[in-house]
């Protein structure tokens, strides 16, 4: 195995630190005081759940997508979970997912006894487009998903106007792209999760807006719809103890919503320390034969929860065992279609066995460290391990 060196191919060194996918420890360390505050306040409360913190995050969550109706719920599952509850579709109904993306996308769809009908991707952007979903549509269908994967939005609008046109609900997997913009046709910026009916994120830890535990929530600017999806989170109440449909318990506890109010102030700021990462991998990565940096959705921001390369030739396998011994850690997402996974075998709707570009990718994805406290030093490293291996 050669020598790991640095962009301009001299021998590298060890790494400078222990390099880490997501290095949530140093971003702590950066605001340590405010946040051991935020938590010593909530604890001498006594306000745990659904306390004044919550409450303070939900405003806050509001303004910064420029939505009308936050619902703060447990993980970005219930959210998904819940938007479809608040839908009122019924068991074999339709649901359209890409077949190319985390389990929980599509999980949700068969936990109600919806019908999950898995379409392809772009190959390029790694997103799911009008396109992939129009042929998919039967007189089933009631509800697309697109999921804004690794930190882009999917083009909205083609997807828009496909369920318009055919009377569909649009409930947005924002989990890996909050902080996204998306550029409208008209010019109109949006933010990503406020474009479709509903849109659904996740808090988990290593998210561009992470806690220190679980935590999601769902956006609507629809006030009837809220106020379902509200209910539903809340065991189908719409006052205390009096039920009006059936829902579940899946609540942001109080803790983690201090926490994410000293987060989400910064999250611009942490999306734009991942751009300069990105920015500096593909700089020193994309003149290498048969690796493709990722792509830009033209009309779209990207704030890079993940940098995934594709690395052709059978390679992928090989370049992550030399950067695992090089002491850079790296991960497959994903490395099993949806239609492959054991738990769906022959329960998606229209019976999809095979997608070309969806089974391109699990072929030849890898993602490399990427986080808010990046430094250039660490990012040489990795860069210059991933040459020694094209060398």
Do not use: W
């Amino acid at each position: 195995m050669a020598t790991p060196t640095n962009s301009q191919g001299h021998a590298q060194l060890p790494p400078p630190t222990n390099i880490q996918m997501v290095d949530l420890k140093t971003q702590y360390l950066a605001m340590q005081d405010e946040v051991d505050q935020a938590v010593l306040d909530v604890i001498r409360s006594g306000a745990f759940i659904n306390g004044p913190a919550v409450r303070s995050f939900q405003a806050s969550l509001e303004a910064y997508l420029g939505a009308g109706h936050v619902i703060p719920c447990a993980n970005g599952t219930d959210a998904l979970q819940i938007a479809l509850m608040a839908l009122g579709l019924e068991p074999g109904d339709e649901v359209i997912v890409p077949a190319f993306t985390y389990v929980a996308s599509a999980e949700v769809i068969a936990l109600l006894q919806l019908s999950p009908v898995m379409v392809d991707v772009d190959p390029r952007t790694f997103n799911v487009r009008a396109e992939d979903i129009a042929p998919a549509i039967t007189a089933k269908t009631k509800a697309i998903i697109p999921v804004h994967l690794y930190g882009q939005s999917c083009d909205m609008a083609p997807i828009m106007e496909l369920a318009r046109a055919h009377n569909l609900y649009v409930v947005e997997d924002n989990a890996q792209a909050i902080g996204a913009r998306y550029t409208l046709p008209d010019g109109e910026v949006r933010a990503t999760g406020t474009i479709g009916h509903i849109g659904c994120t996740s808090f988990y830890p290593s998210k561009n807006l992470g806690a220190y535990g679980d935590g999601g929530a769902i956006n609507t600017d629809d006030e009837a719809l809220a106020k379902t999806l509200t209910m539903v989170a809340n065991h189908g109440q719409s006052r205390r103890y009096y039920h009006d449909v059936v829902g579940c318990n899946s609540r942001l506890d109080s803790i983690q919503a201090a926490i994410l109010n000293c987060k989400l102030p910064r999250l611009d700021a942490y999306c734009a320390r991942r751009q300069q990462a990105a920015a500096y991998y593909d700089a020193h990565l994309q003149d290498l034969p048969g690796l493709l940096t990722p792509a830009r959705q033209a009309n779209s921001t990207h704030v890079f929860h993940q940098y995934t390369l594709r690395i052709d030739g059978d390679r992928r396998d090989a370049l992550q065992q030399h950067l695992q011994a090089a002491g850079v850690p790296t991960m497959i997402y994903y490395p099993v279609a949806l239609y492959d996974q054991e738990a769906f075998r022959g329960t998606a709707a229209n019976a999809v066995t095979f997608l070309p570009n969806t089974d391109l990718l699990t072929r030849e994805v890898i993602s490399l460290p990427m986080h808010s406290e990046m430094d250039e030093d660490t990012l040489a490293y990795i860069v210059g391990a991933i040459r020694s291996f094209f060398a």
